[in-house]
């Protein structure tokens, strides 16, 4: 598989691929990653990338799909997560460079947990603004995320590692938070489609 060939999935079709013994986890994770690799030094999207990491939970998803024993129809989809959305041992810095080094989270915030419950892969954070208060991608933690669509745009804030790499073809879902606008900013300008749920339904 390659990444032509996977943006052309949807998440429905790629769910069915995975089901049907069609599509190996393993190769979306691998053609996720080489995209990572080809794209990241231009687009500054993404940071924490875990690749063994990933490849690893790929390879035990594929082999749960195997015997058809899947932990979800998620089980093997490649996920993102915002700085500011905590998982064990993954580093947030909630944009800012106060935060020096980053802190290693010691706990999942209620979206990890629920993508983890459900075997989703989890193998990098986003690049968001300064406490996410700048609709852009200006970081002082981490510089400035690029659009893909054209590499002197704005991506949008707060969100806006999310919308570059997945409007470059990285993952098929990320989690962003939004108070103002901050999914909904970074997929109007990267071309692609956000849902801001109703204040209070999930977490």
Known sequence: MNIDELALLSLKDLQAGFAAKEISPVDVMKTTLEQVSKTEAALNALYDIRSDEAMKA???????????????????????????????????????AMHGKGVVATGDSPPAARLKKAGT????????????????????????????????????????????????GIGMMSVGSDIAGSVRLPAGHCGLASIKPTQGVIP
Not at 148 to 167: E, F, H
Request: aromatic residues 10%; contains cysteine; charged residues 10%.
């Open 121 to 168: 892969i989890i193998f990098a954070k986003c690049v968001m603004p300064d406490y996410g208060l700048s609709a852009s991608g200006v970081s002082t933690s981490h510089g400035v995320v690029h659009n893909p669509w054209g590499l002197q745009w704005n991506t949008g804030g707060s969100s806006a590692g999310a919308g570059a790499s997945l409007a470059a």
């Open 58 to 96: 790929a390879l035990a998803s594929e082999r749960r799909y195997a015997r058809n024993e899947p932990i979800s129809g998620f089980d093997g989809i490649p996920v993102t997560l915002k700085d500011s959305v905590n998982a064990v041992g993954m580093t947030w810095f909630h944009g800012s």
